[in-house]
């Protein structure tokens, strides 16, 4: 069902546009991509047009050839807007909307677009807007008449269109105000991440392209009922819920917002207090999708973009995901993963695998420890099942003798807790 805004009266129809430079290849992969996000932003591509040069027009990103059929097209098409498939610099985006006379928008407007609409807590809202400001600061020249020309729809969602009537001086401010929020959230986050940490229960972060199916993995894992929509960025605010492992170790697993290629640099900033999440974490459950023929692409942008957050040195499970949509089951790997797994969230194929593979690579956290417990002492017991993994405990005279794994940064059970 097409999406229609408050101060929209039909659906917007766009030209796509992308230059494929000279020395790169033709990414149609990503122009395809563009078309997805854009209709997931409510409005229908009814065309599209690429050139490749040398290096995109500094001035008016395409050449003037191309922007005259770019013209001809809107005519021809009656649309209202085009979408560049790269970030436009405030001259391209100036000069694009006086030289064609129509909305201009690029890739990054379409995505904090998206954002807009899917935050739900105060905190993707916040992290959401102060990204818009950011962005607007830096295109406030270039988008003041793209978007005054033609008011609401596609880019203007949210606090877009007040931003547009400040100066800079007044988005500065509302910025300072923005990050100071979003400090006192991001404090709040730290909270009940150290919280999380004083139970000592190991935390595992799902992360993956967008509509690799994290979310779906997650319900049939823990009964979450996050929204499920084979869209692009179906869900953006993250979730944490408990799970017990088959080897009777509880764990707390979260979901993260999917990754894109080109994510905006601004919206990697505003989510880094979100994303950060992983760098938390104690493993990371990357969810391919291993249908879609671009899942190599993908795999590169989100281990790309944790290298971005300074997230590189925690142990991976490769999930490759949605294998009922594979005739043939292709070989499937990962180098830089530190195990992978092949499973179909949707139908509940491989998930016993999965939680055996966590539980795998968990242990290898962990220190195989022999103690004996004085009886008086008995408590310790649960702390053990709770933190650790108990795998034998037996009841003799001088105590009850246990055998386990505990994390190996929790050094306080083997000097104080199991001693």
């Not at 436009?88 to 690029?106: E, G, R, W």
């Not at 904090?112 to 609409?117: R, S, T």
């Not at 949210?158 to 404090?187: C, F, H, T």
């Amino acid at each position: 069902m097409a999406q229609f805004y408050e101060n929209q009266t039909e659906q917007e129809k766009v030209i796509l546009v992308a230059v494929y430079e000279k020395g790169g290849f033709q990414d149609e992969e990503s122009l395809r991509e563009l078309e997805e996000l854009t209709k997931t932003a409510g409005a229908v591509c009814v065309g599209s047009i690429t050139q490749n040069l040398e290096s995109e027009n500094p001035v008016t990103y395409l050449g003037k050839g191309k922007l005259e059929e770019l013209r001809t097209m809107l005519v021809a098409y009656d649309a209202t807007g085009i979408v560049c498939d790269t970030e436009l610099t405030p001259v391209q985006m100036k000069n694009l909307s006086q030289i064609l006379d129509t909305k201009i928008m690029d890739r990054t407007m379409i995505i904090l677009d998206i954002f807009a609409a899917r935050a739900n807590t105060r905190e993707g809202k916040i992290q959401v807007e102060l990204a818009q400001l950011k962005y607007n600061a830096t295109m406030l020249v270039g988008l003041r008449p793209s978007l005054s020309r033609l008011g609401g729809g596609i880019g203007t969602r949210g606090p877009g269109e007040k931003k547009l009537e400040m100066d800079r001086r007044l988005i500065r401010e509302q910025i300072s105000r923005l990050k100071r929020d979003l400090e006192q959230v991001k404090q709040h986050r730290a909270t009940q991440r150290k919280q999380r940490s004083a139970s000592s229960s190991p935390v595992v972060c799902i992360v993956g392209y967008t509509n690799a199916g994290k979310s779906t993995l997650l319900n049939h894992l823990t009964q979450a009922d996050v929204l499920e929509e084979d869209k692009l960025f179906a869900t953006l605010d993250p979730t944490t819920r408990a799970l017990q492992l088959p080897n009777g170790q509880n764990i707390m697993l979260t979901d993260t917002v999917g990754f894109i290629s080109k994510l905006p640099h601004h919206l990697i900033q505003a989510f880094r207090s979100t994303l950060e999440e992983a760098k938390y974490s104690d493993l990371i459950l990357h969810v391919v999708d291993a249908s879609n023929p671009e899942m190599d692409r993908q795999m590169y942008a989100v281990y790309d973009t944790l290298r971005q957050l300074d997230i590189a040195d925690k142990s991976v499970i490769t999930v490759f995901n949605k294998i009922d949509k594979l005739d043939d089951m292709p070989v499937l790997k990962d180098l830089r993963a530190d195990a992978t797994v092949t499973i179909s969230a949707k139908q509940e194929k491989g998930l016993d695998v999965l939680l055996d593979t966590i539980g795998t690579q968990l242990r290898q956290q962990q220190v195989y420890v022999e103690r004996v417990i004085a009886y008086k002492d008995t408590a310790k017991l649960t702390n053990i099942r709770k933190y650790g993994q108990l795998l034998s405990e037996e009841y003799r005279e001088d105590g009850i003798h246990i055998k386990a794994y505990v994390r190996k940064q929790e050094t306080s059970y083997e000097k104080s807790s199991i001693n």
